[in-house]
């Protein structure tokens, strides 16, 4: 656990850096530079500094989208998760299961169910870290929602200027 929480410290330190990076380059790109600066003309260099920026923001936002479609099924699992703990509490002595092979944790021909009649899932339902784990689970998926909609957005915003 602690080389993974390592690991995401890590990568937001360099998705910072390159925000940065993306802010200085677009400040030298557009029409503000020229107001201190004077005229000036583009360069092959600049065109292709740009070029690269684009490309590799291309790259980031495939990365994050495939970061936002896997936090998207523990969102949707924990979801169900949670509306069965829900309708249990609501209606007495009903018997309601979650069949785990229809989020792929088990094979099809394995037949594994979590029914609340266990004890277990009781405690679970009880539980403070079900809906802790689930609330963070939705703040990691609007995170990297939110981190994909700003890379589509940048190369956008850069063309038109």
């Not at 656990?1 to 937001?12: N, S, W």
């Not at 989020?103 to 029914?115: A, H, L, M, Q």
């Not at 609007?142 to 956008?156: D, E, K, L, N, Q």
Request: charged share 10%; with cysteine; aromatic share 16%.
């Amino acid at each position: 656990i602690d080389i993974f929480k390592y690991v995401i410290y890590g990568v937001a330190a360099a998705f910072f850096v390159y925000g940065i990076l993306l802010m200085v380059e677009g400040f030298f790109t557009t029409g503000a530079i020229k107001d201190l600066y004077g005229d000036f003309k583009i360069t092959t260099c600049g065109r292709c500094v740009s070029a690269w920026f684009i490309m590799l923001t291309y790259i980031f936002m495939l990365a994050w989208l495939g970061v936002t479609a896997f936090t998207s099924l523990p969102v949707y699992m924990y979801f169900n998760l949670w509306t069965i703990c829900r309708n249990a509490t609501i209606v007495d002595g009903v018997n309601l299961c979650l069949d785990l092979r229809q989020y792929g944790i088990v094979t099809i021909g394995e037949e594994k169910k979590v029914c609340t009649s266990s004890e277990s899932f009781i405690k679970m339902c009880d539980s403070n870290e079900l809906n802790m784990t689930f609330h963070l689970f939705i703040v990691a998926l609007a995170g990297a929602g939110a981190a994909v909609i700003a890379m589509v957005s940048y190369p956008t915003l850069y063309s038109s200027s």
